[in-house]
């Protein structure tokens, strides 16, 4: 299995990115695909997730209304929209990849058995 990210880069506050991930070597369409970060110094944190139908998903509360996940499972990518970027956003972003319920995104790592390498987003103020 491989999750590879693209799309990450330097922007200046207030700018948008916008992430993917293609998958490989698994059913993607019936795997939930989601999103964390890491900052310098600070733990991964979760930040979303989506459904293997695309039709729910979950995003960290701090980031509602800046971020959006959607997914296209014919193309085997989940898409993570970043608007109104901060510099508090500055961090390496990874992919994953799991059966396990939405629910359990945030906070059961060992359920989630695949991971991208992560691509580093940076927002200059």
């Known amino acids: 299995v491989q999750l590879v990210e693209s799309g990450g880069g330097l922007v200046q506050a207030g700018g948008s990115l916008r992430l993917s991930c293609t998958a490989s070597g698994l059913t993607f369409s019936t795997y939930a695909m989601g999103w964390f970060r890491q900052a310098p110094g600070k733990e991964r944190e979760f930040v979303g997730v989506i459904s293997w139908t695309g039709s729910s998903t979950h995003l960290t509360a701090s980031l509602k209304g800046r971020f959006t996940i959607s997914r296209d499972n014919t193309e085997n990518t989940v898409y993570l929209q970043m608007n109104s970027l901060k510099p508090e956003d500055t961090a390496v972003y990874y992919c994953?990849?799991?059966?396990?319920?939405?629910?359990?995104?945030?906070?059961?790592?060992?359920?989630?058995?695949?991971w991208g390498k992560g691509t580093l987003v940076t927002v200059s103020s």
């Open positions: 994953a990849a799991s059966e396990m319920p939405l629910g359990g995104w945030p906070t059961l790592r060992n359920g989630i058995p695949y």
